[in-house]
Each structure stands twice: as structure tokens, then as C-alpha cells.
């Protein structure tokens, strides 16, 4: 079975950065594509980033381009999420998810994904 655990979620200023990480286990996920998504209270599910595993593409939301960027350690199983020049409309409970495979995958849709973490709460005070 699958596990993701999310870490590195926090409190921050406006204008600071925080990194997130990903640990996945019970599989390899060398076919694997991963995302970020995040959540706030009362709104939909929103896609801020993915990548898939084998190859490192990369896909991102246009709301954090230029200030968000995803990567993975292959060695380590783990997928961060680095998150600079952090806004107050950042603020979210953040979540990693994961799909087996890319065929049939589209990374900003939340129910192409089989696996869940549990979240990570990022608040960004003004």
C-alpha cells in the first residue's frame, strides 16, 4: 500500500519561503506522477503543481509560476514542493497525491489521482 506523508508545513511571513516534502513508500515510483494540491476553507481542491517521476517534467499552476517549484529525490522517495515569496492567499492545507501511472493522467484534475496524504497546514500572515 502506498504512503504519503507531508511535512514542513508552518507559519511564515508574507514575502518568506517554506519547502514541503513528500515521503513516499510502499511502492516504486519510478512510473509514478505526483502533485501538489491545496485547500482552504470553503473552496474546491486547487492544483498548484505535479511532476512526473521517471522524466522530472514539470507542471505548474500560473497562480504560483516564478515563486513555486516541484522536484524529487529519487534516493529518498520524496517529492518537495519549495515555495518562495510566499502571499497570504498561499494560505492552505496542502496536500500530496499520487497516481500508478501517467497514461491517463491530468495533473490539475484531483480524481486522477489514487493516493492521498494526510496535509499540511501553511499559514502566511501579512
Known amino acids: 500500500q502506498v504512503q504519503l506523508v507531508e511535512s514542513g508545513g508552518g507559519l511564515v511571513q508574507a514575502g518568506g519561503s517554506l519547502r514541503l516534502s513528500c515521503a513516499a513508500s510502499?511502492?516504486?515510483?519510478?512510473?509514478?506522477?505526483m502533485g501538489w494540491f491545496r485547500q482552504a476553507p470553503g473552496k474546491e481542491r486547487e492544483f498548484v503543481a505535479a511532476i512526473i517521476w521517471s522524466g522530472g517534467n514539470t507542471f505548474l499552476s500560473d497562480s504560483v509560476k516564478g515563486r513555486f517549484t516541484i522536484s524529487r529525490d529519487n534516493a529518498k522517495n520524496t517529492v518537495y514542493l519549495q515555495m518562495n515569496s510566499l502571499k497570504t492567499e498561499d494560505t492552505s492545507v496542502y496536500y500530496c497525491?499520487?497516481?500508478?501511472?501517467?497514461?491517463?493522467?491530468?495533473?490539475?484534475?484531483?480524481?486522477?489521482?489514487?493516493?492521498w496524504g494526510q496535509g499540511t497546514q501553511v499559514t502566511v500572515s501579512s
Open positions: 497525491a499520487a497516481r500508478m501511472t501517467v497514461i491517463g493522467w491530468s495533473p490539475r484534475d484531483p480524481s486522477r489521482y489514487n493516493y
Open positions: 510502499g511502492r516504486t515510483f519510478s512510473n509514478y506522477a
